[in-house]
């Protein structure tokens, strides 16, 4: 799973603003989450299901063959979510007998007409009703619903939503669309038999084995999977789909999309066969399934889901010209989902403290894919800013990385798991080596395949294949919490001509890890790799002609740390020149933030990033200067004059477009009418932007060309007060993410803040369901990454309730849209209950 998080801007608002601490209230351990016992081996899963769109339920009958898992029974316990039970049998070849069985607290205990032994199998037949309308689990910050079967616009009453049916099982939520064992530690063959209506097309787990066409209207549809998976990666998908066929070698590709994007689908998901092709020969274990495809879903409760064979997107992936023009934002979500057919749908989790064999690995995926795709540098930046979301997230540092005393198995889908662990994978492969870390990821997938692993597996695998002890790493950053927080001094001994260098860490717990330091002689680096012992201090000598120009530690940006030190301009520029990283390059660069208006060497290495090959730093340098300044005009203005207009990234033609737009000065209009006519969404809105700051008369004027679909955080917040002033209803759920935050950010920014309130109470006192829905999500994203604070649980819930009477008072004048406003008054109901 992709989950949704919410970015680093958002989270410095949160993080920022002056709130009450939590303390915490109770001493008592927590309970210790161990696997599930396995009492009862599923074998295969058979369904025949059939849809009811009024009530929004399904019909459903199953044909479980099982065996007990190694002591003998008579049982047989199943997970059965608010379901209407209606007949419990034993099938035998097609004749069947009546069982005992029990249903309560959404357990199905039934009662074999036998003891059967280990590996002697049973086919239990039940007939049932799922209703997930009357499922009472709740979501979390990464799933933020939990119902398993979700009907969109199933009566057809809104008109700009397609009608669609699709799954989400994940953590264990197929149980409300099928009695089973709702365990990752269990696998199963399955076959599914879909009735829907002959408009509609599907999709399950495997390939379509028939497809017949009944009365009514209707064609049945039937699924097969022939290797076993476990049944939270069980999916069915039902709308109006077109189908564009792709293919990897024998292997089927296919896309899922809405209509309106069938243009685009090559742009959204082509690189899908080249990406199998990557992952097969990286891991020399290839794509291990009968096919591929790829679907979206409307109100999808997350990111994306890796359900086998049939990945889920949320609607986030349908994007069009403009906003893929500028970069495919959902290529990396892609490429997660995909690496999971290898690592979490092959071999998955034994359990959900041990989520980071499936998750961490995707997470590096994303890293992996770019650094084969787009180079290194990308992968870099990529990795920077995840490992960042973490560093910077205070509720995580004391969270171990495999986890045994969770509250709720949805907290491990967090910060640590996601980033921290991808960052730890890095880590590894570069203390290995590129040949022993993929033989251990190749060692760990043969070993385990179409089993349950857990962390130790992984570990065995990598010694395995190395030869090399691993407990050191695996005891710290696996069954360990937090990360090294360094500082560091040096000084130089003249008579030995040697520079001590000194590296503390601040932290309860001193980490042991090798590290790269670039010492700086005569303004060369000459690169060190040292071993840091698990003590607060460590110093290390190093021969050098005179007092270094400079010292940079963690120089390969490897290490996950937080390192503080101060550099002067002169020896920040030194550093982006002298190295070939992009983290050291872009830490020299941010570095300089503050010492613009002060030293022109700090000018000077801003013109040096204009010209750097990685787009990501010309835009970091664009972003960082000021041309309002007749220092930096001179010696910057014309390189940025030419990025506008002909930089090889629209993304950084837009950057430069913002740069010349802080002067006012109109000698820039060509450049900004011309932008306005881009296909670029990035260079279209910094183009108008750009013409408002010069001319504000002409700010009603253009609003209506405003479109964010796509837009960075800072151009939003730049638009909003626009947006809201003009009541440009069509970007008001482009702005939701910042007005659901408006009373944060009143302490940060007063104007801002009321600009966002209006943009709210614009929002609620109209009927906009993407708006208000935008809202809900953005905020159950943020519950988690808050924390559980009482001040803050407060303001928001007031917020919500504020909103939900303007909703009520809006549906009492507009009782003719019913249906889409009790929609939004639904949504903001269960996100007041979240914050309860």
């Not at 994007?319 to 500028?326: A, E, R």
């Not at 943009?759 to 159950?780: F, P, Q, R």
């Given at each position: 799973?992709?989950?949704?998080?919410?970015?680093?801007?958002?989270?410095?608002?949160?993080?920022?603003?002056?709130?009450?601490?939590?303390?915490?209230?109770?001493?008592?351990?927590?309970?210790?989450?161990?696997?599930?016992?396995?009492?009862?081996?599923?074998?295969?899963?058979?369904?025949?299901?059939?849809?009811?769109?009024?009530?929004?339920?399904?019909?459903?009958?199953?044909w479980l063959t099982a065996s007990s898992y190694f002591y003998p029974s008579n049982e047989l316990t199943l997970d059965a979510k608010a379901m209407l039970i209606h007949e419990v049998a034993l099938d035998n070849n097609g004749k069947k007998s009546p069982l005992k069985y029990d249903y309560k607290d959404d357990v199905l205990k039934i009662t074999l007409d036998k003891v059967y032994q280990k590996n002697q199998d049973f086919t239990v037949y039940i007939k049932y009703t799922a209703r997930p309308n009357e499922v009472k689990q709740k979501g979390s910050e990464a799933i933020n619903d939990a119902k398993g079967l979700y009907f969109i616009n199933a009566q057809g009453k809104l008109p700009d939503i397609p009608t669609q049916i699709w799954t989400q099982g994940e953590t264990e939520s197929s149980s409300a669309w099928f009695p089973t064992i709702d365990k990752p530690?269990?696998?199963?063959?399955?076959?599914?038999?879909?009735?829907?209506?002959?408009?509609?097309?599907?999709?399950?787990?495997?390939?379509?084995?028939?497809?017949?066409?009944?009365?009514?209207?209707?064609?049945?549809?039937?699924?097969?999977?022939?290797?076993?998976?476990?049944?939270?990666?069980?999916?069915?998908?039902?709308?109006?789909?077109?189908?564009?066929?792709?293919?990897?070698?024998?292997?089927?590709?296919?896309?899922?999309?809405?209509?309106?994007?069938?243009?685009?689908?090559?742009?959204?998901?082509?690189?899908?066969?080249?990406?199998?092709?990557?992952?097969?020969?990286?891991?020399?274990?290839?794509?291990?399934?009968?096919?591929?495809?790829?679907?979206?879903?409307?109100?999808?409760?997350?990111?994306?889901?890796?359900?086998?064979?049939?990945?889920?997107?949320?609607?986030?992936?349908?994007?069009?010209?403009?906003?893929?023009?500028?970069?495919?934002?959902?290529?990396?979500?892609?490429?997660?989902?995909?690496?999971?057919?290898?690592?979490?749908?092959?071999?998955?989790?034994?359990?959900?403290?041990?989520?980071?064999?499936?998750?961490?690995?995707?997470?590096?995926?994303?890293?992996?894919?770019?650094?084969?795709?787009?180079?290194?540098?990308?992968?870099?930046?990529?990795?920077?800013?995840?490992?960042?979301?973490?560093?910077?997230?205070?509720?995580?540092?004391?969270?171990?990385?495999?986890?045994?005393?969770?509250?709720?198995?949805?907290?491990?889908?967090?910060?640590?798991?996601?980033?921290?662990?991808?960052?730890?994978?890095?880590?590894?492969?570069?203390?290995?080596?590129?040949?022993?870390?993929?033989?251990?990821?190749?060692?760990?997938?043969?070993?385990?395949?179409?089993?349950?692993?857990?962390?130790?597996?992984?570990?065995?695998?990598?010694?395995?294949?190395?030869?090399?002890?691993?407990?050191?790493?695996?005891?710290?950053?696996?069954?360990?919490?937090?990360?090294?927080?360094?500082?560091?001094?040096?000084?130089?001994?003249?008579?030995?001509?040697?520079?001590?260098?000194?590296?503390?860490?601040?932290?309860?717990?001193?980490?042991?890890?090798?590290?790269?330091?670039?010492?700086?002689?005569?303004?060369?680096?000459?690169?060190?790799?040292?071993?840091?012992?698990?003590?607060?201090?460590?110093?290390?000598?190093?021969?050098?002609?005179?007092?270094?120009?400079?010292?940079?530690?963690?120089?390969?940006?490897?290490?996950?740390?937080?390192?503080?030190?101060?550099?002067?301009?002169?020896?920040?520029?030194?550093?982006?020149?002298?190295?070939?990283?992009?983290?050291?390059?872009?830490?020299?660069?941010?570095?300089?933030?503050?010492?613009?208006?002060?030293?022109?060497?700090?000018?000077?290495?801003?013109?040096?990033?204009?010209?750097?090959?990685?787009?990501?730093?010309?835009?970091?340098?664009?972003?960082?200067?000021?041309?309002?300044?007749?220092?930096?005009?001179?010696?910057?203005?014309?390189?940025?004059?030419?990025?506008?207009?002909?930089?090889?990234?629209?993304?950084?033609?837009?950057?430069?477009?913002?740069?010349?737009?802080?002067?006012?000065?109109?000698?820039?209009?060509?450049?900004?009418?011309?932008?306005?006519?881009?296909?670029?969404?990035?260079?279209?809105?910094?183009?108008?932007?750009?013409?408002?700051?010069?001319?504000?008369?002409?700010?009603?004027?253009?609003?209506?060309?405003?479109?964010?679909?796509?837009?960075?955080?800072?151009?939003?917040?730049?638009?909003?007060?626009?947006?809201?002033?003009?009541?440009?209803?069509?970007?008001?759920?482009?702005?939701?993410?910042?007005?659901?935050?408006y009373p944060f950010l009143k302490f940060q920014n007063p104007e801002l803040g009321k600009a966002a309130e209006e943009g709210y109470n614009l929002i609620m006192t109209s009927d906009n369901l993407n708006a208000t829905e935008n809202i809900t999500k953005v905020l159950s994203q943020a519950k988690g990454q808050m924390g559980n604070n009482p001040q803050v649980n407060m303001m928001i819930s007031q917020m919500l309730k504020d909103g939900l009477n303007k909703k009520m008072g809006l549906l009492k004048q507009n009782p003719q849209n019913a249906e889409s406003i009790n929609r939004q008054i639904d949504a903001l109901n269960k996100s007041i209950e979240n914050f309860k």
């Amino acid at each position: 799973m992709k989950k949704a998080i919410l970015s680093i801007a958002i989270l410095g608002i949160l993080f920022s603003t002056p709130i009450s601490a939590q303390t915490e209230t109770s001493g008592r351990e927590k309970v210790y989450r161990a696997t599930h016992t396995k009492i009862t081996e599923l074998k295969h899963t058979k369904l025949k299901v059939n849809f009811d769109y009024q009530k929004e339920q399904m019909n459903g009958e199953e044909w479980l063959t099982a065996s007990s898992y190694f002591y003998p029974s008579n049982e047989l316990t199943l997970d059965a979510k608010a379901m209407l039970i209606h007949e419990v049998a034993l099938d035998n070849n097609g004749k069947k007998s009546p069982l005992k069985y029990d249903y309560k607290d959404d357990v199905l205990k039934i009662t074999l007409d036998k003891v059967y032994q280990k590996n002697q199998d049973f086919t239990v037949y039940i007939k049932y009703t799922a209703r997930p309308n009357e499922v009472k689990q709740k979501g979390s910050e990464a799933i933020n619903d939990a119902k398993g079967l979700y009907f969109i616009n199933a009566q057809g009453k809104l008109p700009d939503i397609p009608t669609q049916i699709w799954t989400q099982g994940e953590t264990e939520s197929s149980s409300a669309w099928f009695p089973t064992i709702d365990k990752p530690n269990q696998k199963t063959t399955q076959e599914i038999y879909m009735t829907v209506p002959d408009k509609y097309v599907t999709l399950s787990n495997g390939v379509l084995k028939d497809s017949s066409k009944e009365t009514d209207g209707l064609r049945t549809d039937h699924w097969v999977m022939d290797k076993r998976h476990s049944p939270y990666l069980f999916f069915m998908g039902v709308g109006e789909y077109a189908i564009v066929k792709d293919k990897w070698k024998n292997v089927p590709v296919e896309y899922y999309i809405e209509k309106e994007y069938e243009p685009y689908v090559k742009q959204i998901y082509g690189n899908t066969p080249e990406m199998i092709d990557f992952f097969s020969k990286k891991l020399n274990y290839d794509f291990p399934w009968a096919k591929y495809a790829q679907i979206s879903g409307r109100d999808y409760v997350s990111g994306a889901m890796e359900n086998t064979t049939a990945t889920l997107h949320g609607s986030d992936i349908l994007q069009k010209p403009g906003q893929l023009v500028d970069e495919n934002k959902w290529e990396d979500t892609i490429a997660h989902e995909l690496f999971h057919h290898w690592f979490g749908d092959l071999v998955t989790a034994e359990s959900w403290s041990n989520l980071t064999v499936n998750e961490s690995f995707a997470n590096y995926s994303e890293y992996l894919w770019n650094e084969y795709k787009y180079g290194k540098d990308q992968a870099d930046y990529h990795q920077m800013t995840d490992v960042d979301m973490y560093i910077h997230d205070p509720n995580d540092f004391k969270k171990n990385l495999v986890r045994f005393t969770y509250d709720s198995r949805e907290d491990v889908f967090d910060l640590v798991t996601y980033q921290k662990g991808g960052g730890i994978l890095h880590m590894l492969r570069n203390y290995l080596g590129d040949e022993a870390f993929f033989a251990g990821m190749t060692d760990y997938l043969k070993t385990n395949e179409y089993q349950n692993a857990e962390a130790h597996q992984l570990r065995l695998s990598f010694e395995k294949v190395s030869g090399k002890d691993l407990n050191w790493f695996f005891n710290q950053w696996y069954f360990g919490s937090g990360n090294p927080k360094i500082d560091y001094s040096y000084t130089f001994e003249p008579v030995k001509k040697q520079v001590m260098v000194t590296i503390n860490q601040t932290q309860e717990l001193p980490f042991e890890f090798p590290l790269a330091i670039d010492v700086y002689d005569n303004g060369k680096p000459k690169r060190y790799t040292v071993w840091v012992n698990a003590e607060s201090k460590n110093t290390f000598n190093f021969e050098t002609s005179k007092n270094p120009d400079l010292i940079n530690i963690n120089a390969d940006g490897v290490l996950l740390a937080d390192i503080t030190g101060s550099k002067t301009p002169e020896q920040n520029l030194m550093q982006y020149i002298g190295s070939k990283e992009f983290k050291s390059r872009y830490n020299a660069l941010s570095d300089v933030k503050d010492q613009l208006g002060k030293n022109p060497t700090a000018i000077k290495l801003l013109a040096v990033a204009l010209k750097d090959p990685f787009f990501r730093l010309r835009i970091e340098a664009l972003q960082l200067m000021d041309l309002s300044n007749p220092d930096q005009m001179k010696m910057l203005g014309a390189e940025v004059e030419k990025l506008a207009g002909n930089d090889p990234k629209t993304l950084v033609q837009a950057a430069a477009i913002s740069a010349l737009a802080k002067t006012k000065d109109k000698k820039y209009s060509s450049i900004f009418e011309k932008g306005m006519g881009s296909i670029s969404n990035a260079v279209k809105i910094n183009s108008i932007a750009a013409i408002i700051d010069m001319d504000p008369s002409k700010e009603k004027m253009l609003s209506d060309k405003i479109d964010l679909d796509g837009a960075s955080d800072s151009i939003i917040e730049k638009m909003l007060p626009i947006v809201v002033r003009n009541k440009v209803n069509s970007q008001m759920a482009n702005i939701a993410k910042l007005v659901a935050f408006y009373p944060f950010l009143k302490f940060q920014n007063p104007e801002l803040g009321k600009a966002a309130e209006e943009g709210y109470n614009l929002i609620m006192t109209s009927d906009n369901l993407n708006a208000t829905e935008n809202i809900t999500k953005v905020l159950s994203q943020a519950k988690g990454q808050m924390g559980n604070n009482p001040q803050v649980n407060m303001m928001i819930s007031q917020m919500l309730k504020d909103g939900l009477n303007k909703k009520m008072g809006l549906l009492k004048q507009n009782p003719q849209n019913a249906e889409s406003i009790n929609r939004q008054i639904d949504a903001l109901n269960k996100s007041i209950e979240n914050f309860k």
